[in-house]
DNA sequence: GCCAACGTTGGC
DNA sequence: GCCAACGTTGGC
């Protein structure tokens, strides 16, 4: 279902590496994904898996910081443009170290589903953009990169810890939604009643790769439409 | 640059 | 399995 086909995998995997994506696809063992059906031990990871009762989702925010910012020398900077000047428009979203995000990317981010690109950690964070499932979840190779900054030297190419899908480029939302706006909605849906009082912007800040339920989707996509604040 | 919130680690 | 220490995220 891979849609579009870049040149094959020559091309370096050197370049911007954020917490979350980067450049774009390649090819990848997918072949591979039968290893995460394995779950040799049972840590602190399969307890911090306990999502798998949540309902599933079709909706997504992914964060992603404009700014550079370097990590262990490597440039973080992956901005909405960026994705729209990547190859095909698409990138993998590697990166991702945290089990709840890697749940969601592994295992119900599916193909056409789309996100908002969420700017964080800058001067205005907020929602710039949308993008869309390309490439469902498939080992993200740089937790095998002992120079990458997302290197985990626990994890294995047998038994992949961490993993990623490709996002494609959509469009610019018609109106850039601050932070601050959809927090202020956000408290007023929490005071009255409202479809913002849960999102996980809020409730569950710190996670790079965010579900959303339909009606959040659809309320956020409507204040698109409305003159800004 | 500060720091609150929260995730992870590891001793016990 | 608890929890303190530590590290990271990301708004401000």
């Given at each position: 279902m891979p849609p579009k086909r870049k040149a094959q995998d020559g091309n370096v995997n050197i370049q911007s590496r954020a917490t979350k994506r980067n450049k774009t696809n390649d090819k990848q063992p997918e072949s591979s994904q039968k290893a995460q059906k394995q779950h040799p031990k049972k840590t602190n990871e399969d307890k911090n898996q306990g999502n798998d009762v949540t309902p599933m989702y079709r909706h997504w925010l992914l964060k992603s910081e404009p700014n550079s910012r370097l990590e262990n020398g490597v440039d973080m900077k992956f901005s909405f443009d960026d994705l729209k000047k990547s190859p095909s428009q698409t990138s993998c979203w590697d990166g991702v170290r945290n089990y709840q995000a890697r749940n969601f990317l592994r295992d119900q981010m599916k193909?056409?589903?789309?996100?908002?690109?969420?700017?964080?950690?800058?001067?205005?964070?907020?929602?710039?953009?949308?993008?869309k499932v390309v490439k469902e979840s498939y080992p993200d190779y740089t937790q095998f990169d002992p120079k990458d900054p997302h290197y985990d030297h626990t994890s294995t190419k047998d038994n992949p810890k961490w993993f990623m899908v490709d996002v494609k480029y959509v469009r610019p939302l018609q109106r850039f939604i601050s932070l601050a706006e959809l927090k202020k909605a956000h408290q007023d849906h929490v005071r009255n009643g409202g479809p913002l009082c849960n999102l996980a912007l809020f409730t569950k800040a710190r996670l790079s790769v965010q579900p959303l339920t339909q009606e959040e989707w659809d309320f956020i996509l409507k204040m698109e439409q409305r003159d800004g604040k």
């Open positions: 193909m056409g589903h789309e996100a908002f690109f969420y700017h964080s950690n800058c001067k205005e964070p907020g929602i710039i953009g949308l993008c």
